[in-house]
């Protein structure tokens, strides 16, 4: 015997395409497409998702918060999902009002959707180190200029390249990457690993970084200019991204980055050398990263130096810190040799505080 609650008045509820709808605890997405209503549950089968407030793709609603789409009246998946249902209600239209019937459920069916590549379990291939360089200075691509942080970080390079180390550079001007849309500001469960962007979006390569900081580096160099006192900003777009492994500690007590060793080239024209080394070092740490002792190097004329070309010249020319740069990744070799020869793979941490995860 069908127990039918009302909705509302079909004439205004008719206004809006979709609309989140609760009775009790149950979550409703009620939707209204080409002249036809349907209701199915508003949560979806992946973490949860409110489907009542997603968007509507032709018959499919799309889950706001990593876009997989189910039919709003069947709730079965997109076509090649079609067995990852959510569940359907029968709906009847009585003197203008909507009405559904909650016991005339579908049941919800699971589907599993292929697990992305980078969710692969985290196992170090053999060999020795491995260094991934991370260019974040932005410049015009058609008329590249000089840059010093470019520079130090190509000398570094070349001389890991002669301790015999694997190496990897990513220009982050040179590639697409999105910024962060925030999805952990909508839910907790609504940041991935890899982030929703990356799921969702083949054109977008930050997988690609992803990829060399859970997979493949042991160790990393990351090189900034100064602007007004921060890193980069592309430094902190890949940094925004890169929330999503560190949301992995918290959320699903997962340690993405094992015995990886961060060092880094900070170089500007004026100020906030210390500044910027804390916050970079603060990320990394928060990342569960390492450091070699004396994590970077960093150069700055001060305050008063308005004469650009003059810097340039100065860390073209200067010995102390092109021979900085080979010292940097001296100490980065060592320490990522302790770190992958050491036991520190096989330590299970305690959780302490809010960080630190098993
Ligand atoms: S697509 Fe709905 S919660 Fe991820």
């Known amino acids: 015997m069908a127990d039918w609650i009302e909705i509302g008045l079909t004439a205004n509820l008719a206004q809006k395409t979709l609309t989140e709808f609760s009775i009790g605890k149950t979550k409703l997405a009620v939707s209204y497409v080409n002249g036809e209503f349907g209701i199915i549950s508003g949560v ?18 799309v889950c706001p918060w990593h876009f997989w789409k189910f039919h709003h009246k069947t709730g079965k998946g997109e076509p090649g999902f079609a067995e990852d249902k959510v569940p359907s209600y029968n709906i009847k239209i009585e003197d203008g009002k909507l009405f559904v019937d909650l016991d005339s459920v579908s049941k919800r069916n699971k589907l599993p959707h292929a697990p992305h590549p980078l969710t692969r379990k985290i196992a170090r291939k053999p060999g020795g180190v491995r260094l991934v360089a991370i260019s974040t200075t932005a410049m015009n691509k058609d008329f590249p200029r000089y840059s010093t942080s470019d520079h130090l970080l190509n000398i570094a390079l070349d001389h890991a390249a002669s301790k015999g180390c694997e190496t990897k550079l990513f220009k982050l001007n040179d590639m697409n990457i999105r910024t962060c849309e ?105 990342l569960g990263c390492q450091f070699p002792q004396f994590p970077y190097i960093a150069h700055s ?33 060592e320490m990522a040799s302790l770190m992958i020869g050491g036991n520190a793979l096989h330590q299970i941490f305690d959780k302490g505080g809010r960080k630190a995860a098993r």
């Open 44 to 61: 979806c089968n992946h973490v949860g998702g409110p489907l009542g407030e997603g968007t509507l793709d032709a018959d499919y609603v």
């Open 182 to 286: 925030g999805y952990y500001s909508k839910s907790a469960k609504a940041c991935t690993f890899p982030c929703s962007i990356t799921q969702i979006d083949p054109t977008d390569e930050m997988e690609k970084i992803y990829e060399a900081f859970v997979h493949w580096g042991d160790a990393f160099i990351i090189s900034t200019p100064i602007r007004w006192g921060a890193a980069s900003s592309l430094y902190f777009k890949i940094v925004e991204r890169m929330n999503s492994i560190q949301n992995q500690e918290t959320i699903a007590g997962k340690h993405l980055l094992k015995n990886k060793v961060v060092g880094l080239i900070i170089t500007g024209g004026q100020d906030n050398v210390q500044a910027v080394a804390g916050s970079m070092l603060g990320f990394f740490a928060e």
């Open 301 to 333: 004329r001060g305050w008063s130096a308005e004469d650009m070309e003059n810097n340039v010249k100065y860390v073209k020319e200067s010995k102390s810190l092109n021979d900085g740069a080979c010292a940097l990744v001296d100490r980065i070799f």
